[in-house]
């Protein structure tokens, strides 16, 4: 059974609230989970930041036996304090390499 870390989402329309939870990667996002771990509020509250709460412990412990968060847990975790910087991608260009064969200047085919 693969464990990850990821976000369930609760409340209403245009309110989203989220519960940071561990879960079996094959069960829905707001199925069943193994345990809740913390919350997150993306909405600005009174003060004008998001609210989080998390219990570090826990994250630590499911970390260590080898449970994978997802991208938006692993953004939260970092602003946390408690995972490294998500790696860095980078783009290519859009096409692929260009030619470099020399061009006959008659017919201007390689």
Not at 69 to 76: F, H, T, Y
Not at 77 to 106: C, E, Y
Request: proline residues 12%; hydrophobic residues 35%.
């Amino acid at each position: 059974m693969v464990v990850r870390l990821r976000l369930s989402r609760l409340g209403c329309r245009n309110k989203p609230f989220y519960r940071v939870m561990a879960a079996d990667s094959r069960s829905p996002r707001d199925g069943k989970h193994l345990e809740i771990l913390g919350y997150y509020n993306p909405l600005p509250g009174q003060d004008g930041g998001k609210r989080m709460g998390i219990n570090f412990d826990r994250i630590k412990y499911w970390l260590s036996v080898g449970a994978q968060p997802s991208e938006p847990v692993q953004r939260l975790l970092f602003r946390a304090g408690l995972l490294p910087p998500p790696p860095m991608v980078a783009m290519g260009r859009k096409g692929g390499p260009r030619d470099t064969r020399p061009v006959h200047p008659m017919t201007g085919r390689v």
